[in-house]
């Protein structure tokens, strides 16, 4: 059952949305560790640029959609494609360029080096095809395929689960952090009733992977062909990220099986469909988009390092010395597990020992298991060590950025869009699920939705908690705000809200 359309002129909201390619070859694959899990010869499935365009008598707002894992500064999209699309489609259309979001899925798949300008045809082919649209706003319920990767350790310290380095032992971990099952729902239908496009928000890293490790656009993208083959009729679907700076694939460290995104994709499509039966369309849709800019804080992390580089030197200089190396150190571990109270022969020659009053056996084990223990401990400690190098590195690449742009801050782009009862608050930066579910919780309107790495790409911008553990886990190195960041953000977020 749906409402009858509106009639009046001054609230009759234009929909027009348009899909283009942008899967990248080999030869577009450029060589940086982002894309180190992909072969870009074989194309396991397409990545797309897609572009809705809004329109009411008052107000005309694009939101574009990118199989990308960012739209600057990391992958292979340049820094200056935002500003291009932007300039291009304020000559060519008098589109506003602050009327434009542009928001990457963040899957780490290869786009085509010319995706700026299909982003403007997949525009244009929008913008041509513009029809009356009723709204309709919802949510849907998924928890199945994500986990929190911030691991709260018993030390007080959290670690993360990256495929970059390994995990602390299993009972150093003490609790994990939350997921968001929601999802964030705009439909918009024609008036003949004929889905146009539906609006998703989620929060999870698309990069899981697909068996054959060939070029996709990962769990978003599966879960966008099965809404759009149940849809029917042309009508498209757009991911929108979500906050999932902190939020992975399920099962992202399996080694037992290869990595698939593509049931993970299913069970968010499907469950995006489950959703979309019970969202009526019929609101009147009113349009407006709130752009400011916010000036944030950047960390001088030069104490961090100096800090760090001493607990790199300390824990060398904590190695152990061991007679072990690789190839003694395997089978003895597994004799000494296997059975614990005879590792190095039978049964029967320890109680032959025994029964004429020798220990040689039970002393050369006393021994071997004191090696075994040492080779263990440093085996930790290199593991440590990788951990703490790869996210030094990290902080270091961030304060050589700040030192060259020597301003001691950042712009980012905050916007607010409401399109009906769909509240859509957007960000540059890589936000974690805890923020999104704050600012979710705190807003005035009741469908409020938040996008991160949106209109620019800030790296990851945990909250002031998280960064208390700088330099322990990837979210909180590879960043380059200050912790006084998220007061300044959210107060901004909460000012525009209430102007909505
Ligand atoms: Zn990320």
Redesign the pocket.
């Known amino acids: 059952m749906s409402m009858a359309p509106t009639t009046d002129p001054k609230i009759q909201l234009l929909a027009g949305v348009a899909a283009v390619d942008i899967t990248g070859t080999a030869t577009e694959q450029i060589a940086d560790p982002l894309y180190a899990a992909i072969d870009a010869e074989i194309t396991n499935d397409r990545l797309c640029v897609k572009a809705l365009v809004l329109r009411d008598e008052i107000t005309s707002v694009v939101v574009i959609t990118v199989d990308a894992?960012a739209i600057a500064e990391i992958g292979s999209i340049s820094n200056d494609y935002l500003t291009n699309v932007r300039a291009q489609l304020h000559e060519e259309l008098s589109i506003e360029p602050t009327q434009i979001l542009i928001n990457a899925s963040?899957c780490h798949g290869v786009v085509c080096a010319d995706v700026e300008q299909r982003t403007v045809q997949a525009v244009r082919q929008a913008w041509q095809s513009l029809v009356p649209v009723r709204v309709g706003v919802g949510v849907g319920h998924e928890d199945r395929i994500m986990e929190n990767r911030r691991l709260r350790l018993e030390s007080g310290r959290v670690a993360d689960v990256r495929r970059a380095y390994s995990l602390p032992p299993d009972d150093e971990i003490e609790s994990v952090g939350p997921v968001d099952p929601e999802i964030g729902i705009l439909r918009l239908d024609r008036e003949d009733d004929r889905t146009l496009a539906v609006v998703y928000n989620f929060a999870c890293?698309p990069?899981q992977g697909v068996p054959g490790g060939g070029n996709t656009a990962d769990l978003s993208g599966f879960a966008t062909r099965v809404i759009e083959e149940n849809l029917g009729d042309g009508g498209l679907a757009l991911f929108l990220q979500g906050c999932?700076?902190d939020i992975n694939p399920i099962r992202y460290r399996d080694i037992d099986s290869p990595p698939d995104a593509e049931p993970l994709g299913h069970r968010l499509g499907l469950s995006t469909l489950r959703a979309l039966k019970s969202i009526r369309s019929g609101q009147e849709g009113h349009l407006r988009l709130i752009h400011e800019t916010v000036r944030l804080p950047r960390a001088d992390l030069a104490p961090r390092i100096a800090s760090m580089e001493a607990e790199q030197t300390r824990l060398l200089a904590s190695l152990k010395q061991t007679m072990l190396n690789l190839k003694s150190f395997v089978p003895l571990l597994i004799k000494h597990r296997l059975s614990p109270d005879y590792p190095a022969y039978d049964s029967h020659r320890y109680l032959h020992e025994r029964a004429v009053g020798r220990d040689h056996l039970r002393r050369l084990d006393a021994t071997n298991n004191r090696h075994l223990d040492d080779y263990i401990d440093n085996v930790h400690t290199m593991e440590e060590l990788t951990r703490l190098q790869v996210n030094l590195d990290l902080l270091r690449k961030h304060q050589a950025r700040r030192t060259a742009d020597g301003t001691g801050w950042i712009d980012a782009e905050v916007a607010c869009l409401r399109v009906g009862d769909f509240v859509l608050v957007t960000f540059p930066g890589?936000l974690p699920v805890e923020m999104g579910l704050r600012i979710k919780q705190a807003s005035p309107h009741h469908h409020t939705f938040v996008a991160g790495?949106t209109n620019g790409y800030l790296y990851?911008t945990p909250t002031a908690e998280q960064l208390e553990n700088r330099g322990g886990a990837?979210e909180d190195s590879d960043c380059l705000v200050d912790p006084s960041w998220q007061k300044q953000f959210e107060a901004k977020v909460e000012q525009i809200l209430k102007r909505l």
């Open positions: 894992v963040h890293h990069i999932g700076a890589e790495v990851y990837q």
